[in-house]
């Protein structure tokens, strides 16, 4: 995911240095012609911007879009580890939970980012996701994701959920925050990332 104003200022400021290149390169001269170099500086820009950047240089460094203010959306990809704590009470009981060990996996491309998470209860995928940033310039990483258990269905039924995770940025990246779910229930969620390999999901 990526802010397209911010990145597309970019880019139409680097088609015009293009335009101004082939022009003088052309010998500078305001003639039909200008039209041709205009479609020319045109083609190089979207190919830069279809094939260069968003393909090869987001693969070999996507930390450089971010570093350099490209996009003000850092890269999340990788596999992140932490707990979720709920406030789900077994039934007859008045007992929480003790906190759940998790994993997360992102694969976070330029204009895409899916979700997937995995306990030794169950495993969820995203179905809607993506990074918003609020009026104080904070941002989340929010998406809504279908549930299924690896066991005790019975008691822990296939279900919708939602979350909303803080993207906290003190030397490292930390991803914090809740989920909601469809069976009612709630709670929190902190990971940190052991790898920035973009793995699929």
Not at 33 to 61: E, N, Q, V, Y
Not at 91 to 102: D, F, V, Y
Request: proline fraction near 4%.
């Amino acid at each position: 995911m990526y802010d397209q104003k911010l990145y597309y200022r970019y880019l139409i400021s680097l088609g015009i240095v293009i335009f101004v290149f082939i022009f003088y390169l052309k010998g500078g001269k305001f003639d039909p012609s200008i039209l041709l170099t205009a479609s020319s500086a045109a083609g190089i820009t979207i190919i830069l911007d279809k094939f260069i950047f968003k393909t090869i240089l987001w693969k070999l460094c996507p930390d450089l879009f971010y570093s350099c203010k490209i996009t003000n959306i850092p890269f999340l990809g990788g596999c992140w580890e932490g707990t979720l704590e709920s406030n789900y009470m077994a039934p007859g009981t008045t007992t929480k939970l003790p906190p759940i060990p998790a994993k997360i996996e992102i694969r976070h491309e330029f204009d895409s980012i899916h979700i997937k998470m995995e306990t030794n209860q169950s495993y969820s995928s995203s179905y809607v996701s993506g990074i918003i940033e609020d009026e104080g310039k904070q941002k989340f990483l929010c998406y809504l994701y279908g549930n299924d258990a690896d066991k005790d269905r019975e008691i822990n039924p296939k279900h919708d959920g939602a979350t909303r995770l803080r993207i906290k940025h003190d030397g490292d990246f930390v991803l914090e925050g809740h989920y909601w779910t469809g069976r009612e229930t709630t709670g929190s969620m902190n990971f940190t990332r052991k790898s920035k390999k973009n793995l699929p999901v």
